[in-house]
């Protein structure tokens, strides 16, 4: 009766042979995506247990898919928000929802190298071109042609931010760049700002009182011109709490906005994270903190920050300006905001009256890294 070793060596040299006749393409074709589950299985295990520690559903430090559901569904605060509550913070989750989100703005993000191949056939076919009828590539070629124009001999210059770029000197390509960056930065999260603080004013009738005798008193007394200026309005108490609630209720950017740890990592809420863990924040938790913004956080009140004392007013004023980021990441178009909020605030709510078309659905809002609004319907009258 043959041994356990002989049959083995058998087996063992059988295969070797049976290995030596597979053709490179098949091993290439077997082996690549072989390896690359290897590869993936491997960083999946090894993100995972640099951070055993860190508490956080077990499912979701493997996979993002739950993320990118929630996302879909347009439930992203509420979902940071629950696994905050529920696990602490730090809390420990896989994110890749942006890749599935902007799938080649993430993959170039992640591997810069992508970005050449991307610009040649056939790849470049998939990228928005400034050709396109619509979407990104049509706001390409509306930036491309504004520069144009802007940069002909014998154009007249202007008073505005693009003429303070071309005359620190920014080349064509650049002053694309910051036009495209401008849009994508400056339009949603402002609007939204506007929108949900308007909507809060609507629903809020003695907060929308208060604001209009301000205006009023102030146009009466000549401390608020036509248009009013920023500084004007800045000076306004009851409109800056209003900004604040609606900034903090909504904040625009809903995160996580991630950073990550620098070399030699970092102590977070008494847990240690090594460098290169992406650290992301929950916005809609931030900024309904009862122990800063008191019992009632949750609740439109712009009375909160003419009452608060200094200590406490100050740390309302420092975690209601993370909306904008902090630091060297904070946004760069934060004064121009406030100045957009503040005048169009002032101007609207001076001359019209808002009532809700629908008031049991005022409007079908979303969240996936912004807010998504459709079907905000206003009813419009002049004031008297
Ligand atoms: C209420 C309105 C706005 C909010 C809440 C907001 C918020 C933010 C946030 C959270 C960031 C990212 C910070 C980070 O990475 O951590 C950012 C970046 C940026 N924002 Fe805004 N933003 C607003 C309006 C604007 C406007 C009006 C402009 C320009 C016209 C603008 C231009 C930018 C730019 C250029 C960046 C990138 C800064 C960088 O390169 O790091 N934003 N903004």
Redesign the pocket.
Known sequence: MPSLQYDLANAFQDVFSDFQEVKPRTLVLVGGPVLLVLITVYRYFAAWYRLRHVPGPFVQSWTSLVQVKKMWEGHAHLYYNGLAEKYGEPTKYVCLFTDAAMPTMMSIMVIPGLYKWFQRWPLSTLMPSSKDKSGFGCMIGFAEKFVDERLRPDAKPQRD?IQSFIKHGLDRDQLVQ?IL???L???D??A??IRMTLLFLITSPPALRALLREIDDGVESGRVSSPVTNAEAFAMPYLQAVIHEG?RLY???VGP?Y?QVPKGGDTIHGYFLPEGTQVGQNMWGIQRRKDVFGEDADVFRPERWLEAEEGRLKAMKETVD?????G???????Q???M??NKLLVELLRRYDFSLVDPVNPMHLRSATLWMTKNFWLKITRRE
């Open positions: 931010i910051e960056i401008q849009i930065a400056g339009s999260t402002t939204t700002a900034l904040s625009p950017g906005l950073k993370l909306v904008f980021g902090y060297k990441y904070q946004c760069l178009g934060k121009m905001a406030y957009e909020i």
